[in-house]
């Protein structure tokens, strides 16, 4: 085996060790407030451990990818890893909301800088004609952590404690940068060094971070946004807006646009941003219906929503297949139609869900495959779409692009999502009082907490109906603009030779 294919392979491998953690700890959020003694009526409180990590993986990704081009490849993947295995290292150490935040954020920094990292690479080694199809690979390593991350997180959780699926991470990581350090070249290229866009980096980490914090409601009982909340978000857009126009000035951007059609563009991202929220929701809610309406344990609600994640990658297949056939266009349309049509299926799930069933086939089942098959259907239409803006030379950076709009999505979704639903489960549970077991009846009292965990089940239901129909009204406005993706070719730019001869710096 060539070196070459041995420093992709452990890139790819790092790509899906970081993926992995992205969505590992959907499926053992439940024994994490336990362990941190947080009620379970109370799951607000740990909304930063998941969007924590998200924002570290969304500000870092563009940012860090331009260093490698500046320093070379060797050193950020090694550094990355390093900081990712520390990061795991302060997860499995805590014991309180605000560690296991930051040990999160500091993991989802250098989980995210990888992606991009490694698509570069793959850039450096690989000539034009060759380069989509390892790209691809990389790709398909990072949506791998979408499917197997949660069963992952479940199964290691349970037969061991989940600060376990943190601690693996470290000989993991320490494996990895080994590889790297054999196999990825040090140094960088010649030519001159590239700039890198400090300004906008740091611009677009501040506005994502405003924005989440701004949703972010600890006490959402009160309302739906906390006091701080419509500040934050003004400010978070006024950022945002700001990052936008440094951008269009800067000599050094971070997503150089030059010569691409932007509508069509920015329309395929938005698509990519969309979906990337609606799946989010799915595999944090559907597995708190598993375990909070079901009653079903961490290894039953991950098994599933294995209806939802084996669905994904058939129609991923399916939807490249179409594509190349009839254009991206077609097979995004109808993949965010579907979805949203599975999500009104799954808010129309009934109180008595477990017996529910379409003739011989459960509902649960069906619905989940379906909205699973809708939202895999855009995976490669989507990162073929933009590939088919960008010139050849921008490539990596384009595929990066699609990733980090996703990432944005999940990241704006399940905050905005989780803060609409939480307010609403206390809206909705307000005037329930818990019966107290004084001065009546023991049946009495069995009879009046049969009531109150009915209205329980029930306010939880509601929620949960209500996040998936704003989440069904996502996809339809996804399929909206996916009606709105022109075809049409961008003419290639030359791009780089092959620099095979860096193996031998």
């Not at 199809?133 to 959780?157: D, T």
């Not at 979704?413 to 307010?423: I, K, R, T």
């Not at 406005?477 to 780089?496: E, F, H, Q, S």
């Amino acid at each position: 085996m060539s070196r070459r294919r041995v420093a992709i392979g452990a890139g790819g491998a790092v790509v899906l060790l970081a993926a992995l953690d992205a969505y590992v700890v959907t499926t053992v959020l439940l024994p994490i407030i336990k362990d941190l003694g947080i009620p379970v009526n109370r799951l607000e409180r740990v909304t930063p451990v998941l969007t924590g990590f998200l924002l570290g993986y969304v500000a870092a990704m563009p940012l860090i990818g331009q260093l490698s081009d500046r320093f070379g490849r060797r050193a950020p993947l090694q550094a990355c890893l390093f900081f990712f295995a520390a990061g795991s290292a302060v997860t499995a150490l805590a014991h309180g909301v605000p560690l296991l935040t930051a040990g999160r954020v500091v993991q989802g920094i250098a989980g995210g800088a990888l992606l991009p990292v490694t698509m570069a690479l793959a850039g450096d080694l690989w000539d034009e004609r060759q380069r989509p199809v390892v790209l691809g690979a990389v790709g398909a390593a990072q949506e791998l952590g979408s499917v197997l991350g949660p069963l992952y997180g479940a199964g290691i959780a349970a037969v061991m404690d989940w600060r376990a699926i943190f601690w693996i991470n470290l000989p993991l990581s320490a494996v990895a940068m080994v590889a790297v350090w054999y196999a990825v070249p040090g140094g960088r290229g010649e030519g001159p060094r590239p700039g890198v866009d400090v300004v906008g980096g740091l611009l677009l980490a501040l506005g994502l971070g405003l924005l989440v914090g701004g949703v972010y409601n600890p006490e959402p009982q009160e309302s739906a946004l906390p006091p701080w909340g419509a500040p934050l978000l003004a400010a978070g857009a006024a950022a945002l807006v700001v990052f936008v126009l440094w951008e269009l000035r800067a000599r050094t951007r971070l997503f150089d646009l030059t010569g691409v059609r932007r509508g069509p563009l920015l329309a395929t991202l938005g698509v990519s941003l969309l979906s990337g929220a609606a799946l989010m929701v799915t595999l944090v809610d559907v597995v708190l219906v598993a375990k909070t309406v079901l009653r079903k344990d961490d290894l039953d609600g991950a098994l599933l929503l294995t209806r939802f994640l084996v669905a994904l990658p058939i129609a991923a297949i399916a939807g490249g297949l179409i594509a190349r056939r009839y254009g991206e266009r077609w097979p995004m349309a109808a993949g965010m139609a579907v979805s949203a049509g599975g999500y009104l299926l799954i808010a129309g799930w009934p109180a008595d869900l477990a017996d529910a069933s379409y003739g011989p086939l459960p509902r649960m089942d069906v619905d989940l495959v379906v909205t699973g098959f809708g939202l895999g259907l855009v995976i490669a239409p989507v990162s073929s779409a933009v590939l088919a803006f960008v010139p050849a030379a921008r490539h990596g950076v384009a595929s990066a692009a699609v990733v980090v709009a996703r990432m944005m999505g999940m990241l704006l979704g399940v905050s905005a999502l989780s803060a609409w639903g939480f307010h609403r489960f206390h809206v909705l549970t307000a005037d329930l009082r818990p019966p107290l077991p004084f001065g009546m009846p023991d049946a009495e009292f069995e009879r009046r907490m049969k009531i109150y965990n009915a209205a329980l089940d029930e306010a939880l239901r509601r929620e949960y109906q209500e996040i998936f129909w704003i989440t069904a009204a996502l996809c339809a406005l996804g399929a909206l603009l996916a009606l709105t993706v022109t075809a049409g070719r961008n003419g290639d730019v030359p791009a780089p030779a092959s620099r095979d001869e860096l193996l031998t710096r």
